[in-house]
């Protein structure tokens, strides 16, 4: 039996992450793999390398990494005028809160893959997305996405807590394009340091998610 323990663990924080997946979107299959076989030849797309959706991390810090296909980042471009098939990087990264309120979470019971996803507080500010942050503060959309004319950006600092990443696309002038993905990731607390329980009436993101999965 104690050598079954730790299997059923994995095998239900990975449920738990998978229904969350449900309830602040993305795939539970690898979204990589989805954009590739979803791509159109000479279109352009973005897929995220790391962190792979469905990732347990301990560490605070997270280096997300991407490929860009059919889609020129132009750093001397930013600001300006749109042109065709370049621009830069929105990333956007939410936490998931602990803890949901029962009518948001029976709107995202109803509407799974719609307008009823739980949206949570943003890390996108200079304190945890760095130089992108700073940047994102200079034009406006701090608290709403970290604009990077590289194919990566670094964030930090982050509490545990389970994590939704969406990547968009965006023209030289900022205005965002149809291409984009979504990986969700945990970052784990340390031992005996779990979430603190609920308010009356709040259910507890495991719970919900659980609710979901059904």
């Keep these: 039996m104690s050598k ?11 449920a738990v992450i998978l ?4 309830i602040f979107g993305g795939s539970s299959a690898s979204e990589p793999d989805q954009a590739d076989a979803e791509a159109v030849p000479g279109q352009p797309s973005v897929d995220i390398i790391s962190p792979r959706n469905g990732a347990r991390q301990t ?16 750093p001397r471009q930013f600001g300006r005028d749109p042109q065709l098939g370049e621009g830069h990087i929105r990333f956007s ?6 803890c949901v309120d029962p009518k948001k979470l029976l709107d995202a019971i109803n509407s799974p ?14 304190e945890y997305s760095g130089p992108n942050g700073v940047l994102a503060e200079r034009i406006g959309t701090a608290g709403s996405y970290s604009p990077s004319t590289r194919p ?3 964030y ?32 784990l ?10 308010a009356k009436g709040k259910v507890p993101s495991a719970k919900a998610a659980a609710r979901l999965s059904h």
């Design 4 to 14: 079954r323990t730790p299997t059923l663990a994995a095998l239900a924080a990975t």
């Design 19 to 22: 229904a969350l997946v449900l």
């Design 113 to 126: 893959i719609g307008n009823g996803r739980l949206v949570g507080a943003s890390f996108d500010y200079a």
């Design 156 to 187: 930090q600092d982050l509490p545990p807590g389970f994590y939704r990443l969406i990547v968009n696309l965006a023209q030289n002038s900022g205005a965002t394009t149809p291409v984009h993905t979504v990986t969700n990731f945990q970052i």
């Design 152 to 154: 990566e950006i670094y």
């Design 93 to 98: 990264l939410n936490r998931v809160p602990d």
């Design 59 to 74: 560490s605070h810090a997270v280096v997300v990494k991407t490929i860009v296909d059919n889609f020129r980042l132009a």
């Design 189 to 198: 607390p340390r031992p005996g340091h779990g979430p603190k329980p609920c």
